[in-house]
């Protein structure tokens, strides 16, 4: 049985900064790309960063580049994001997503990822 937990969100003042895991069991982590997507009350669900089965290739959502690091530790079978200089329009919660390697897709796609988390709050406060 597949599960994939979140955590380390919470309330932060903007400015601040959050790390959030996501540690997945009952699967070959290093078999599997990873992303993290938000979603917003009222918004629809977008893709945040992305980070390939290896590790070696990353991408950003554009307004997050530069504050937002993403990692993966496949030996802890966890998944990182590093996220700085948060703003209030980082308000959201966020979710983990695992694609098996090979599935054919563009990261932010939600459709494509087959296993994700029950989400962790983010709430920026101005």
């Known amino acids: 049985q597949v599960q994939v937990v979140e955590s380390g969100g919470g309330l932060v003042q903007a400015g601040g900064s959050l790390r959030l895991s996501c540690t997945a069991s009952?699967?070959?982590?290093?078999?599997?790309?990873m992303a993290w997507f938000r979603q917003a009350p009222g918004k629809e669900r977008e893709g945040v960063s992305y980070?390939?089965?290896?590790?070696?290739?990353?991408d950003y959502k554009d307004s997050v580049k530069g504050r937002f690091t993403i990692s993966r530790d496949n030996a802890k079978k966890t998944l990182y994001l590093q996220m700085n200089s948060l703003q209030p329009g980082d308000t959201a919660m966020y979710y983990c997503?695992?694609?098996?390697?090979?599935?054919?897709?563009?990261?932010?796609?939600?459709?494509?990822?087959?296993?994700w988390g029950q989400g962790t709050q983010v709430t920026v406060s101005s």
């Open positions: 009952g699967l070959t982590f290093g078999d599997f790309k």
């Open positions: 997503a695992a694609a098996a390697r090979f599935t054919s897709m563009t990261w932010g796609d939600f459709s494509k990822y087959q296993y």
């Open positions: 980070i390939s089965s290896s590790g070696l290739f990353t």
